[in-house]
C-alpha cells in the first residue's frame, strides 16, 4: 500500500516537472541592431497556422500556406519572415532584423494543424552596450552615471593607487532601457587619487577616469598642456577652460579639430594626442583647463591648473631700451644746454670787451685833443 502511493507521489511529482518545464521561456539574447532568432517547434501536420504576438501586438503570422501581415504591428512592418521551407518540418521560427531595443520582451508562438495546437513563449533579451560614461567632480561630490543600457548593469569604482571604496548605485528602469549613477561624498574623495568608475554588463564594459588636477606654470607667449598618455587611438576630444567655455574640439578619428571663435587667437596646435598648445596668452587666462579625451572603450578626463607668469626678460629689455632712449635724450639736451650757455657767455663777454675798447679809444682821443 505504501509503495502504491509512493509510486503515485512521484509520477505526480514527474508530470509537474515536465508541465512547469515545457511552460517555461526560452530565453534569447541578442545584440542591438543585429538579426535575431526566435525558436519555435511544432509537432507538424496539414492546415498549419502560425501567429507571432507579444504583448497583444500582431508580428507575424502564416497560415493558407503564405505569410499574412495585414494585422502586423507598424514597428515590425519589413524586419520579420518565418522560414517557409522548414515549416512542413516543424519549425515555425521568427527571423526578427535589426533588433533594437524596443523589441525586448516576451513574445508568444502559436501554432495550429489538424492535429491539434500549441504554444511557446519567448524572452528577448536586447543587449544594448555601454555606449558613454561620464563621471565629473561637482561641487565636493564625484559623480558617475550612465543611461541607455540593457540587460541591467553594473557600476563599480576604483581607484589610483589603490584604495577602499564603497558606494551603492542607483538603478532606473525606463522600458527596456536602464540608467545607473553613483556618486562619492566629500568624505570618501582623497584629493590625492585618481578615480576610475567602470558599468558593464554581460557583453559590454566600458570605464571613465577622473584624473587628480595638476599644477603647472606657463608663460605668456606660449605653453603645452598634455591630455592624457593613453595609448589607444583617440576617437573624439573636448577641451573647456573652467569647466564651461568650449576650447577646442574633435570628433573625428585624426580629424581637424575647431577651435571656438573666443579662443581661436589662443590655439596655436593641438597634438594627435590631444594635447593643446596655447599663445598670447594673458593673465585672465588663469584658471582650469580640462581636457575630455574619448577612447573605443574609456572616457579619461584631465584637469590642470594653468597660471601665468609675466615675461620679465621681454619687459626688462623693453624698460632697458626705453631707460637708455630716454638717457640718450637727456644727454643730447644737457649738450645743447651747454653750448648754448657757452655762446651766451661768449656774446656776453664780447659785448664787453667791446665796450672797454670804445671807452679806452675815447679817452685817448680826448687826450689828444688837451695835448
Known amino acids: 500500500m505504501i509503495v502504491a502511493k509512493f509510486r503515485v507521489v512521484v509520477v505526480v511529482f514527474f508530470l509537474s516537472f515536465f508541465w512547469t518545464f515545457a511552460n517555461c521561456d526560452v530565453a534569447v539574447s541578442c545584440d542591438l541592431k543585429d538579426n535575431c532568432i526566435l525558436p519555435c517547434q511544432f509537432q507538424p501536420g496539414p492546415e498549419e497556422v502560425i501567429h507571432w504576438m507579444t504583448e497583444n501586438i500582431a508580428v507575424h503570422s502564416f497560415y493558407y500556406n503564405k505569410d499574412q501581415l495585414g494585422s502586423q504591428n507598424q514597428r515590425f512592418k519589413g524586419r520579420t519572415s518565418i522560414f517557409k521551407d522548414q515549416i512542413s518540418s516543424g519549425n515555425a521560427s521568427l527571423l526578427l532584423k535589426n533588433v533594437n531595443s524596443q523589441d525586448g520582451g516576451r513574445y508568444r508562438c502559436y501554432t495550429s494543424t489538424t492535429r491539434g495546437n500549441q504554444e511557446l513563449f519567448i524572452q528577448l533579451t536586447v543587449d544594448v552596450p555601454v555606449q558613454n560614461v561620464n563621471i565629473e567632480q561637482s561641487g565636493e561630490s564625484i559623480i558617475c552615471r550612465s543611461e541607455g543600457i540593457s540587460p541591467e548593469p553594473t557600476l563599480t569604482w576604483s581607484t589610483d593607487p589603490s584604495s577602499s571604496i564603497e558606494s551603492k548605485p542607483s538603478v532606473q528602469q525606463n522600458g527596456q532601457l536602464y540608467s545607473i549613477s553613483s556618486s562619492l561624498t566629500r568624505s570618501e574623495i582623497d584629493a590625492g587619487l585618481n578615480y576610475t568608475c567602470t558599468v558593464s554588463t554581460r557583453k559590454s564594459r566600458r570605464t571613465a577616469t577622473l584624473f587628480k588636477l595638476n599644477n603647472v606654470t606657463g608663460s605668456e607667449s606660449e605653453r603645452t598642456i598634455q591630455c592624457s598618455d593613453s595609448k589607444s587611438p583617440v576617437t573624439r576630444f573636448i577641451w573647456r577652460f573652467d569647466h564651461s567655455q568650449i576650447i577646442v574640439t574633435e570628433s573625428e578619428v585624426g580629424g581637424s579639430y575647431t577651435a571656438s571663435e573666443e579662443w ?71 649738450i645743447v644746454l651747454l653750448r648754448v650757455c657757452k655762446n651766451k657767455t661768449a656774446k656776453k663777454n664780447k659785448n664787453k670787451d667791446d665796450k672797454n675798447n670804445e671807452k679806452e679809444s675815447t679817452a685817448a682821443e680826448e687826450e689828444s685833443l688837451k695835448s
Open 264 to 334: 581661436r587667437p589662443y590655439v596655436k596646435s593641438v597634438s594627435e594626442t590631444g594635447s593643446l598648445t596655447l599663445q598670447n596668452l594673458s593673465t585672465d587666462k588663469k584658471g582650469i583647463y580640462t581636457c575630455e579625451l574619448i577612447n573605443v572603450d574609456e572616457t579619461l578626463i584631465k584637469s590642470t591648473f594653468l597660471q601665468i607668469t609675466e615675461e620679465k626678460s621681454h619687459k626688462a629689455m623693453i624698460i632697458g631700451v626705453v631707460l637708455a632712449a630716454i638717457t640718450t635724450l637727456a644727454v643730447i639736451a644737457a
